[in-house]
């Protein structure tokens, strides 16, 4: 019986522990660190550049559309936590073709981690845009009585944001694990090819809910600013 890399304990004192879903997460980060750092020392302003920097830009350029098609103006204030959220997902699905590594996103306490970040982001750049009464305020509306629905509900978002990962990255998986048992010696890459796939377009759908989120915060208050204009 396969054990979950959440059970696989390196290191634990008390109640605090690292497991290997830990390890790969702090690998997976580490990973990006470094490639930012590298890319950035190399980055210029010339008319040639290099096709990392070119591959860069390319990629900021389609997040910062896919965040503006979303109804978020201003998508430079969003483009960072929301680069950074697709960058991980996509790292943690490309190092599946590492031998013995395990995705994170496969893991309920991974995506329930990542789904309690969009829901902290949500509220933060909520209070960034709108201040603090004008953020909680819309909890009120249209009636005070609303409030423990509108309650419920981020929270009941959250909890499905993070399922949603979940189940679809453990059904992707399982999927490609019994086709490898069913099928000749050459379709194994074939099916690793389907996993990361499935892994780009969870990745995909996990940073334009957030962005959808993000933009439901922050719209009320750039729809006030048009309407004093």
């Not at 981690?113 to 509220?123: D, E, N, P, T, Y």
């Not at 981020?154 to 992707?172: D, K, Q, V």
Request: with cysteine; aromatic share 12%; glycine share 10%.
């Amino acid at each position: 019986m396969e054990h979950s890399s959440d059970m696989i304990v390196f290191w634990q004192y008390g109640l605090f522990h690292i497991n290997l879903t830990i390890v790969e997460t702090w690998g997976v980060i580490l990973f990006l660190v470094l490639g930012a750092r590298w890319v950035g020392k190399r980055m210029t302003s010339d008319i040639h550049i290099s096709k990392w920097q070119g591959l860069l830009e390319m990629l900021v350029i389609g997040i910062k559309e896919q965040i503006e098609e979303a109804g978020v103006q201003k998508s430079e204030k969003f483009i960072g936590f929301l680069g950074t959220l697709f960058l991980f997902l996509t790292a943690t699905n490309l190092f599946c073709i590492l031998p013995g590594y395990r995705v994170p996103t496969g893991l309920l306490s991974t995506t329930a981690a990542l789904a309690c970040a969009v829901f902290l982001s949500v509220i933060f750049f909520g209070i960034r845009e709108q201040g603090v009464k004008g953020y909680f305020r819309e909890y009120l509306q249209p009636v005070a009585l609303m409030l423990p629905f509108h309650i419920v509900s981020e929270i009941s978002r959250t909890i499905a944001l993070s399922i949603r990962l979940f189940g679809n990255m453990m059904s992707g998986e399982l999927i490609v694990s019994i086709l490898l048992t069913v099928t000749p010696f050459f379709i194994p890459a074939v099916m690793t090819g389907f996993g990361l796939l499935i892994g780009m377009i969870q990745a995909f759908i996990f940073t334009v809910l957030a962005t959808v989120y993000i933009a439901a915060a922050t719209q009320i208050h750039e729809k006030k600013g048009e309407q004093h204009g």
